[in-house]
């Protein structure tokens, strides 16, 4: 691959403060990055690392969207004159897809840069095979997954070869083997080319020794530390640890929950043994989800998991067999969820979405971890009681009077894991319940569903992250790409 020039970014005291709020998102941040520089920038969820990006990618908008303080410049020029030469890829991957076809939209940034037709072919198929994201290029990209779609943003990035390569959590939604072949494309291009690199990322591991530089920003503004990887680490270890950041062989303090032991052969009677069932799942594959215990369901990208957990929670109907609740769990019309209103399933089975803003309903944070209580008909001191307590807990109270969407992805992803625990379900199902998250936020989130377990509730987890699966506990089951079914 042949990029654009290494660019040379400077930031002299930049902030940004978005329209309506009074905080701003980043304040008084300084530093300049050398061209061909590889920097991961680091902080506490809410500290400004995408807003940074944005405003490098010069996408944050004009004076009606926000405020802007200080300079930002790339190679001497604003932002917003360099969008042939800076390359993002955003932390949610739905708002970096445009078109309907994964060839036409790896394509689009080329044909935006006025590329010629005859190179274009070639740089999509290169692109797709630096990310391994190997399907037609007819696929409609809605058909895709999570971390399918993930690599696909990232290959239209790599198709316009920029100079200046910048990834928000590129590998957040990413199974072990993606976030490999994402982390090794991301290396072949930055050595082959010298891009000027900056990586948004709390699964710091995975990164830092790629990286000649660590970023950190500060949740009240200016930055935590600035320096080689190893020298931020091992002089500021304690500090970041405290502020939220994922310091590398940093103990979580959490205790690890007991593994319940995979059967050999992955069935219904041989889980059974365990607890009594609160669901029985029998959809091409058969489990039992346990109660007061926690399912973990793991695999590759497009094996299903997110399909499987939508059908566990009642939400789209079995493709094949059926899911069926425990007795004592049944609504009206019986123990299938899929056939349960939606008042029954807010009280029994609820679901995390892997996308938080496709469960926020209100305009506030506090409205919308009332809208479960209310609905069940609870005083508006009980109400008022769980919502204080939730807001505390995930560090979200702050911006109880914050519109949900205007939050960061960590925050948003928090909120989304606690509008489901508001209207305590006797089964709660999450969607990569951890992604996104820095150091406290995510022992925030893990001690709450370790709770729930001990309170007696079932929790169904899809995810990557193996520290979640250690510190949940219960038993694991892996589905497989090939057969879609349990192993």
């Known amino acids: 691959m042949t990029f654009a020039s290494p660019a040379r970014v400077q930031a002299a005291g930049w902030g940004w403060r978005y329209a309506?709020?009074?905080?701003?998102a980043v304040a008084d941040v300084s530093f300049t990055i050398e061209p061909g520089e590889r920097v991961l920038l680091l902080g506490a969820s809410g500290a400004g690392k995408s807003t940074l990006l944005a405003g490098l990618a010069g996408v944050l908008g004009d004076d009606d969207e926000g405020e802007r303080t200080g300079s930002l410049r790339i190679d001497g020029a604003a932002p917003e004159s360099r969008h042939g030469q800076v390359g993002l890829v955003l932390q949610d991957p739905d708002a970096g897809i445009v078109l309907?076809?994964?060839?036409?939209?790896?394509?689009?940034?080329?044909?935006?840069?006025?590329v010629a037709a005859s190179e274009i072919p070639g740089r999509v198929a290169e692109a797709l095979d630096a990310v391994g994201l190997d399907v037609p290029l007819q696929r409609p990209t809605k058909a895709l997954s999570g971390g399918q779609k993930q690599r696909l943003v990232l290959a239209g990035v790599l198709a316009m070869r920029p100079g200046l390569l910048l990834l928000d959590e590129p590998t957040a939604n990413l199974d072990p083997e993606g976030v490999g072949e994402v982390r090794a494309?991301?290396?072949?291009?930055?050595?082959?080319?010298?891009?000027t690199l900056i990586v948004v990322e709390h699964r710091t591991p995975i990164w830092v020794d790629l990286m000649t530089r660590v970023i950190v920003l500060g949740a009240d503004g200016g930055l935590l530390a600035d320096g080689a990887p190893d020298q931020v680490f091992a002089v500021h270890g304690d500090?970041?640890?405290?502020?939220?950041?994922?310091?590398?062989?940093?103990?979580?303090?959490?205790?690890?929950?007991?593994?319940v032991p995979a059967p050999d052969a992955l069935t219904a009677s041989a889980l059974a043994i365990a607890r009594e069932p609160g669901v029985?799942?029998?959809?091409?594959?058969?489990?039992?989800?346990?109660?007061?215990?926690?399912?973990?369901?793991t695999?590759?990208?497009?094996?299903?998991?997110s399909t499987l957990a939508l059908t566990l929670a009642g939400l789209i109907p079995e493709q094949s067999g059926e899911v069926r609740s425990a007795p004592e769990l049944a609504g009206r019309k019986g123990t299938r969820p899929i056939r349960w209103t939606s008042r029954e399933l807010l009280t029994r089975i609820g679901m995390v979405f892997q996308e938080p803003e496709h469960q926020f309903l209100a305009q506030t944070l506090r409205d919308e971890l009332a809208v479960g209580p209310r609905a069940l008909g609870w005083d508006r001191v009980k109400t008022d009681a769980v919502v204080d307590e939730l807001l505390?807990?995930?560090g979200l109270a702050p911006l109880a009077l914050a519109n949900p969407f205007t939050l960061s992805g960590g925050q948003k992803r928090r909120l989304s894991v606690a509008t489901v625990l508001a209207g305590a379900p006797e089964v709660i199902v999450l969607d990569e319940p951890t992604f996104g998250q820095d150091r406290r936020g995510w022992i925030s989130l893990v001690a709450l569903l370790q709770e729930e377990i001990a309170r007696g509730r079932s929790i169904i987890a899809v995810t990557h992250d193996d520290a979640v699966i250690r510190h949940l506990g219960g038993h694991c089951i892996e589905l497989g790409i090939e057969l879609g079914a349990a192993s």
């Open 20 to 24: 309506g709020r009074k905080r701003p």
């Open 280 to 297: 029985v799942v029998q959809a091409g594959l058969d489990l039992r989800v346990p109660r007061a215990n926690a399912t973990v369901i």
């Open 239 to 259: 500090v970041l640890a405290d502020a939220g950041v994922w310091v590398p062989d940093r103990d979580i303090g959490l205790p690890v929950l007991e593994q």
């Open 392 to 394: 505390e807990r995930l």
């Open 100 to 114: 309907s076809k994964v060839g036409d939209d790896v394509a689009f940034g080329c044909e935006n840069l006025g």
């Open 299 to 305: 695999g590759p990208n497009g094996a299903g998991k």
């Open 185 to 195: 494309s991301v290396e072949r291009a930055v050595t082959s080319t010298g891009a």
